[in-house]
């Protein structure tokens, strides 16, 4: 969240955190209708979209400053997955690293993440969270990596 909009490599699509002279333009579609700028229902005024993962929102809750993470395409139902902000960037650098690194040897033949990659994730998330089940309950919740 600064100055430039940042993609860090995934699994899958890219995650995508916009600079903060767009923040409120990254609103639509999430906060509000982008053609009328009428609210849109079902999305809460605490709720600040700050990152997401394709068609997945992370959100910033105002009034406790944890990060919900929630699925596009019907009611939302986020939850929390980051205690803080830089909990949430951190991890995202550690699957970036993870991606990047593995390059092309990331998947199997049917594009499943190798284990040797799974367990990375997990170890380095669980020693930067202190917790082997925060690190499994978080890489649960992003897919693919539990």
Same mark, same amino acid.
């Given at each position: ?7 860090? &490599? ?6 995508? @955190?916009?600079?903060?002279? !767009? @923040?409120?333009?990254?609103? *639509? ?10 609210? =849109? ?5 605490? $709720?600040?979209?700050? *990152?997401? &993962? ?12 944890? /990060? =919900?993470? *929630?699925?596009?395409?019907?009611? $939302? !139902?986020?939850?929390?997955?980051? !205690? ?6 951190? /991890? ?9 690194? *593995?390059? &092309? ?6 594009? /499943?993440?190798?284990?040797?990659? !799974? ?10 969270? &202190? ?7 978080? =890489? ?7």
């Amino acid at each position: 969240m600064g100055p430039s909009d940042a993609w860090i &490599q995934a699994y899958g699509n890219p995650y995508f @955190l916009p600079c903060l002279s !767009r @923040l409120w333009n990254y609103q *639509a579609g999430y906060r509000y209708n982008p053609d009328t700028h009428e609210p =849109l229902s079902g999305w809460d005024d605490d $709720w600040l979209a700050i *990152a997401d &993962q394709g068609y997945a929102v992370f959100i910033f809750s105002r009034a406790s400053a944890v /990060i =919900l993470h *929630a699925y596009h395409g019907g009611p $939302w !139902r986020p939850e929390v997955v980051f !205690r803080e902000l830089s909990e949430m960037v951190t /991890i995202f650098a550690i699957l970036g690293d993870i991606v990047e690194s *593995a390059g &092309q040897m990331l998947t199997d033949d049917t594009s /499943i993440i190798l284990p040797r990659y !799974r367990e990375e994730a997990h170890r380095r998330i669980g020693k930067h969270l &202190q917790s082997t089940a925060r690190a499994d309950a978080l =890489l649960r919740r992003l897919e693919d990596w539990d």
